[in-house]
């Protein structure tokens, strides 16, 4: 399937998130199946084969999106060894670059909230759900879904996370679990599950059990593993759901807790709209894509959808929509486009942010391109480094970072934890910006972005082809980066108003 024109997507996690549901959404708004599939078996051939599926969650057509494992043992990998696989991938036409992109970003924060729930670098983590091949499917596959579908910029519902308790290999832990509250600091979170006030007239649930496992292994650098075990495990092959009744006329036949108005639940109040003890909702895989795609928490913004996607997570409980939704299209406001729409700025870059900035001068200096590249991965608009000289002649590094106002704080750990730094300091600055989008040009049979730069009136002031793609087709080609970077811009400089 062909990339589309930028566009922009809303992710609707309020009733939890799974990485299989939220690729069966994705691929319900018009990815393509089969062209997922061929990029997984680029990357990890012969293993894994999707099975798409049309089912019913509490009354609403949903599509199913199931991993057959095809081998028999399938190894645990550490997030060094993901990281490699992917990064080995570059510059190959069969996997592409945007997609490895959004998985490493994806991967990183898992591996990061991991490592961090267990007290060990992230490297040296081991998956085994996210290494687990029907994982590593779920992650590149949405991935890659997002990438056919053109979306270049997205925000996220309020996420619900479950509630009560689990069993797992280290005892009784609460829901969320640690990985998935460490994944989602920084966004709004619900707990337990959202209800209808009294006096609706019908009920809407998210009751789950989405059947996905977190049987993560983490290994110290002693060698020492420590698991973590739910009694949940993850199975994409069970039977399909069955039917069930229609939906009650009123909340008079539904259990007190589930009734609008506060109620007592094991001797305790609980409070209205809330319901105790729902199990788990959203689980670490979910929760990483949603981090990873989405770069703004809230209710959706003004949006003109073109697709809605509904992804079906594995059990189908009686009036609770066990579904994750995805609306596709472009920003209110918008000129479309002759073959599909895509927003006006691809980024909704704000004309307020914050800088963040710290001097460090004890970093190897070959770490520096990693920990500006993790920045924007995660959301930074922009990063940098400046030379400079310290007390006593030191010479030194001073990193800075723009990021989105509400994102300063994930920011400043990011920059704490990479580079050693023992404080950050931050500024509000309001900036004079330049709209603009994407569109791609086509180079001997490579595929490059272009961003589009306009004026207040909407006149095009500058083309410029991204050059992390001009790169990645110069060694496809086996042509000089300058030459292909000449070759692009003459290619840019030919479109009419900006767009292919």
């Known amino acids: 399937m062909d990339v589309i024109a930028a566009r922009t997507a809303h992710i609707d996690a309020t009733a939890g998130i799974a990485g299989d549901m939220l690729l069966a959404a994705l691929i319900d708004a018009g990815a393509d199946l089969a062209g997922v599939q061929a990029v997984l078996d680029a990357l990890v051939p012969g293993s894994v084969r999707f099975v798409r599926d049309d089912v019913d969650r509490g ?6 999106v199931d991993v057959e494992v095809l081998v028999e043992d399938p190894p645990h990998r550490t997030w060094a060894s993901i990281r490699a696989m992917l990064e080995d991938a570059r510059g190959r036409d069969d996997v592409p670059g945007r997609t490895l992109d959004l998985a490493l970003a994806v991967f990183g924060r898992l591996a990061d909230a991991e490592g961090a729930t267990h007290g060990v670098p992230a490297d040296e983590v081991h998956f085994h759900e996210v290494g687990a091949l029907d994982s590593l499917a779920d992650v590149i596959g949405a991935c890659e879904a997002w990438r056919q579908l053109g979306i270049e910029t997205a925000t996220g519902s309020v996420l619900a ?3 009560g308790r689990i069993r797992a290999a280290h005892g009784d832990i609460p829901v969320p679990v640690p990985a998935v509250t460490r994944l989602a600091l920084g966004w709004p979170t619900v707990a337990g599950e959202l209800l209808p006030p009294r006096g609706h007239g019908h009920a809407h649930g998210h009751g789950h059990g989405h059947s996905h496992g977190h049987s993560h292994s983490h290994t110290h650098a002693h060698g020492e593993e420590h698991g973590e075990e739910h009694d949940h495990p993850h199975d994409h092959s069970h039977p399909h759901d069955h039917p069930h009744s229609p939906v009650p006329d009123s909340d008079a ?22 319901a105790p003890g729902i199990g788990e909702l959203a689980t670490p895989t979910g929760v990483a894509l949603l981090r990873g795609l989405a770069t703004t928490a809230g209710p959706q913004p003004m949006l003109v959808a073109d697709a809605l996607g509904v992804g079906a997570g594995t059990k189908d409980t009686l009036g609770r929509p066990n579904v994750v939704r995805v609306l596709v299209g472009r920003a209110w406001g918008a000129t479309p486009s002759a073959d599909a729409p895509h927003p006006a700025d691809a980024h909704q870059t704000p004309t307020a942010a914050v800088q963040l900035e710290a001097n460090v001068d004890d970093l190897d200096p070959r770490l520096w391109p990693r920990v500006v590249d993790e ?8 990063a940098w480094l400046v030379p400079i000289s310290m007390k006593h002649g030191r010479p030194a590094v001073t990193i800075h970072a723009l990021v989105r106002e509400g994102e300063e704080q994930a920011a400043s750990d990011l920059l704490m934890d990479r580079t050693g730094t023992l404080g950050v300091r931050r500024h509000r600055v309001e900036r004079t910006i330049r709209t603009r989008e994407f569109t791609h040009v086509e180079v001997r049979g490579q595929r490059i972005a272009v961003k589009i ?6 006149a095009v002031v500058r083309r410029e082809p991204e050059f992390r793609d001009v790169a990645a087709a110069a060694r496809v080609l086996g042509v000089s980066e300058r030459a292909m970077l000449d070759l692009a811009r003459e290619s840019a400089s030919g479109l009419a108003d900006g767009r292919a």
């Open 453 to 458: 730069a306009r004026d207040g009136d909407g």
């Open 59 to 64: 009354g609403q057509r949903a599509v199913k």
């Open 375 to 382: 920045l924007l991965e995660n959301g930074a608009l922009d």
């Open 253 to 274: 036949t539904l259990p007190a807790h589930a009734q609008g108005g506060p109620h007592e639940h094991g001797g305790r109040r609980v409070p209205d709209g809330v």
């Open 161 to 163: 996370v479950g509630s």
